[in-house]
């Protein structure tokens, strides 16, 4: 019995080349583990690329952008990309319209004060899990970032805290062991980290990184230790330091900076601007 399946659409008798190419790929792509691992890993290091990106705001927030424009930025191909800017978009960093790009989650004060108490909680009970469930490795990786900052206190950058921050929360969210609660911490995290990083590069109360980093010191202290209480109350007074940012924020940060569409509110003392009567 003759198929009755679609056939291809040819062009001059043969597949149209875009859709072969295409077809070729995915086959490859599925009889390959190492290459659908590789597929994995670009898209998770696109992610991070962007996320470091956010995080310093040098995608602004606010910003309307197209995916190339994110594509030439980061330095991977539109797949990887796209598949990052989906996982931004449900952890609600980036907000994206079928046909018109994307934007740049503006920052919203008022709405991250009260995820900052979701984060809080969540904290507690991860902080306790990791407390509990930790292994010999993960608590030496522990001790060994502890003595890293530490040992750098006093000359360490935020770009360079930033890092180590990223890998404690990582370690942490492993240590635990439960991936319910990773999928709306980690968001939490970054929404946090840019907060930190408006903080500290744009404000005078933020010049200095100690307090950040002696927060950090007494969490993996205690975690490492197997001292569940004393790593929670050394969560929550890392979760108070960061409310004590947002009282400055509001008051001293420029609005364009939490939402660039904003920028036009300082137009008016431009140089150059023509008053009107």
């Given at each position: 019995m003759a198929s009755t399946s679609p056939k291809p659409r040819r062009r001059n008798g043969a597949v149209a080349p875009a859709r072969a190419k295409a077809q070729a790929a995915a086959?490859?792509?599925?009889?390959?583990?190492?290459?659908?691992?590789?597929?994995?890993?670009?898209?998770?290091?696109a992610y991070e690329r962007l996320e470091e990106l956010l995080v310093c705001c040098e995608l602004q927030p606010g910003r309307f952008m197209a995916t190339h424009e994110l594509q030439a930025m980061v330095g991977f191909g539109r797949t990887p990309?796209?598949?990052?800017?989906?996982?931004?978009?449900?952890?609600?960093?980036?907000?994206?319209?079928?046909?018109?790009?994307?934007?740049?989650?503006?920052?919203?004060?008022?709405?991250?004060?009260?995820?900052?108490?979701?984060?809080r909680d969540m904290e507690r009970f991860v902080i306790r899990l990791a407390t509990e469930r930790s292994g010999a490795s993960q608590r030496n990786q522990m001790l060994h970032l502890q003595r890293?900052?530490?040992?750098?206190?006093?000359?360490?950058?935020?770009?360079?805290?930033?890092?180590v921050d990223r890998r404690i929360d990582?370690?942490?969210?492993?240590?635990?062991?439960?991936?319910?609660?990773?999928?709306?911490?980690?968001?939490?995290h970054t929404?946090?980290?840019?907060i930190g990083w408006i903080f500290h590069m744009r404000t005078p109360q933020g010049v200095d990184l100690a307090g950040t980093v002696d927060a950090h010191i007494a969490v993996l202290?205690?975690?490492?230790?197997?001292?569940?209480?004393?790593?929670?109350?050394?969560?929550?007074?890392?979760?108070?330091?960061?409310?004590?940012m947002f009282e400055v924020l509001e008051r001293e940060v420029s609005p364009a900076?939490?939402?660039?569409?904003?920028?036009?509110?300082?137009?008016?003392?431009?140089?150059?601007s023509i008053a009107l009567a």
């Open positions: 086959r490859i792509v599925e009889a390959d583990p190492a290459r659908r691992h590789a597929a994995v890993s670009l898209a998770d290091r990309v796209l598949q990052a800017v989906t996982r931004l978009a449900a952890d609600t960093l980036v907000a994206v319209t079928p046909r018109h790009g994307l934007r740049i989650a503006p920052i919203d004060l008022g709405r991250d004060r009260v995820l900052l108490r979701l984060r890293q900052l530490v040992e750098h206190r006093e000359g360490i950058t935020l770009q360079q805290f930033n890092q990582q370690l942490v969210l492993a240590a635990a062991g439960e991936p319910f609660v990773e999928s709306t911490l980690r968001p939490l929404i946090f980290r840019r202290d205690a975690v490492a230790g197997g001292r569940a209480e004393a790593a929670i109350a050394a969560s929550d007074r890392l979760i108070d330091y960061m409310e004590s900076l939490l939402d660039s569409s904003l920028g036009t509110l300082d137009d008016t003392f431009a140089p150059g």
